[in-house]
């Protein structure tokens, strides 16, 4: 656990001194849980919307995007349940005057106890070497076995206490569990209340006509609510579905762990419209979908896992998430949820305009089912690049901080590096960067020496290094530096721009899935 907490300390510091994660208004001391984005960062950004966007739109014939507007009319939370359901519970320490997520403290608790069944399995995999059986092993310890039964009986309590609303025996099981606050250690708990998390605001120019809104908290009613504007204009088929990327409000009073919980964020929702019947069909065909899509990064398969949830949200009659390993634990990162006919039929009931789909094979019309994949756009973000911050020891001794960002999302694919700021170097360099800049991101650096800037960009994650020196002048070659091997190549200048694309190309990352 320290060494967790250790880097990801060095995640939070690194991504500021390289221009990915600023403190939001931070010359004013910063707003808590609020966060900009840095030069690298926006880029980075950007290219995973995009590599989502091309996996779940341009290459599905019936899947379209929209971008709908974040001021949605008021009733639209009351038909969706955010207004009357959208709470989070929450228990305050009466010594620390702090407050909490009941259900996050709890998860804590059993995530250390997860932490102790890793534990064994390290100690055991040492002990026994090649011959150890990982599997067999977690199904036969007497240890782990009770581990995970503990586990697993805490997760199925606390889930049936709050689809039950028994917020009292959420207080009962932290106190029975001798849950303390984490920065203090006190046992003095409050009773858990629920908190409404949207955020309100007003619209119109006079305080005695001004309209009550809220920020949305989520992408999806935007979707619903133009479900027909949308199948009657692209004159879509069921099955098909609706993406779409865009800012979420949520007024989360235990934010924390730097972008994985913030009050505004991004969301990455696909909601796909299905024949009533079909949506156990369609719910195994995303989840599979979606975790294909995750590995073609190659973040490593063993740091992902399904959860299926325990406790159900009114709308649904299944879900999954598919979990990441954070650098404080395997935590939720995609959400596959069968939403049922719950959505549409409640903006047809609130709205009194039908949300209906005529069949023609049917030859009858029937509200859709709904299957939603959505994935948390910063939660992606820190994802890959907490997976990506790496420490080297190399073989004279020294060390490296390297970003191993997949090439396909890294925000600049190459740097052109003269050797010398002379001899004719640069303006040869600065051409390479007018031909490529076209195509790619790319940057130019002269400054330092040669290896000092291969290090730089190691840490800002750049994949490629190319070299100008005086034997470009001669042959027209150029050396080119793999970040992630270290290893150099003599290569035409005519070469590069093929050399990039093969290994930026979205096509080569997506065709792995």
């Given amino acids: 656990m320290a060494n967790q907490d250790e880097h990801f300390k060095k995640v939070i510091s690194h991504a500021k001194e390289y221009g990915y994660v600023f403190p939001s208004s931070e010359i004013y001391d910063g707003l808590s849980a609020v966060y900009d984005y840095g030069q690298n960062g926006v880029e980075l950004k950007k290219n995973i919307r995009d590599y989502w966007w091309k996996a779940m739109v341009q290459m599905n014939e019936n899947i379209v995007g929209i971008d709908a507007a974040i001021f949605m009319h008021p009733t639209t939370w009351k038909a969706s349940g955010h207004v009357d359901a959208f709470n989070d519970p929450l228990i305050d320490n009466k010594d620390s005057k702090r407050r909490y997520r009941a259900d996050v403290l ?11 069944i890793d534990k064994e399995i390290t100690k055991a995999k040492k002990r026994f070497g090649e011959s150890f059986d990982e599997e ?43 849950i303390a606050d984490p920065e203090t250690g006190s046992k003095n708990w409050t009773d858990v209340k629920q908190f409404n998390l949207m955020f309100g605001t007003k619209l119109g120019a006079s305080a005695d006509s001004a309209m009550d809104l809220y920020l949305r908290p989520e992408t999806a009613q935007g979707i619903f609510a133009n ?92 879900a999954s998430d598919i979990e990441f390993k954070f650098p404080f634990g395997f935590k939720e990162l995609e959400g596959i949820h069968s939403r049922t006919d719950f959505d549409l039929g409640k903006h047809e009931e609130f709205s009194g305009k039908k949300m209906q789909y005529f069949d023609p094979e049917e030859n009858k019309s029937y509200v859709p089912y709904v299957l939603e994949t959505s994935i948390g756009l910063d939660r992606m973000f820190l994802a890959v690049f907490s997976n990506s911050l790496q420490e080297e020891t190399l073989e004279n001794d020294t060390t490296r901080t390297v970003l191993k960002i997949p090439a396909v999302l890294a925000p ?68 080119i530096r793999h970040r992630d091997t270290m290893e150099q190549k003599r290569v035409a200048i005519s070469e590069l721009g093929a050399i990039i694309k093969e290994e930026v190309d979205v096509r080569n990352w997506l065709n792995k899935m």
């Fill in 106 to 116: 709890i998860e804590d608790y059993v995530a250390k106890i997860e932490a102790k």
């Fill in 136 to 178: 067999q092993f977690v199904a036969t310890n007497g240890r782990v076995i009770g581990y995970k039964e503990k586990a697993e009986a805490i997760i199925k309590r606390m889930a049936a206490s709050l689809e039950k609303e028994d917020l009292a025996d959420v207080k009962s099981l932290i106190e029975e569990l001798g």
């Fill in 227 to 318: 479900f027909t504007n949308v199948q009657k204009t692209g004159r879509m088929k069921i099955p098909f579905g609706i993406a779409q990327t865009g800012k979420a409000f949520r007024n989360e009073i235990v934010a924390r762990q730097f972008i994985f919980r913030m009050r505004e964020f991004e969301q990455m929702e696909m909601q796909f419209f299905i024949k009533p019947g079909t949506q156990l069909k369609w719910y195994e065909h995303w989840k599979e979908a979606r975790l294909k899509w995750h590995l073609s990064l190659g973040l490593g398969e063993e740091n992902y896992r399904f959860h299926d949830h325990e406790k159900l949200a009114h709308y649904a009659d299944a």
């Fill in 412 to 479: 600049t694919k190459a740097a052109i590096l003269p050797l010398v700021k002379k001899d004719g170097l640069p303006e040869i360099a600065r051409q390479i960067v007018e031909d490529l800049k076209w195509d790619f991101m790319v940057t130019y650096d002269e400054k330092d020496a040669v290896g000092r800037r291969y290090r730089r960009q190691d840490a800002a994650g750049t994949p490629f290094c190319i070299t100008v020196d005086h034997q470009t002048k001669e042959d027209h070659t150029v050396t």
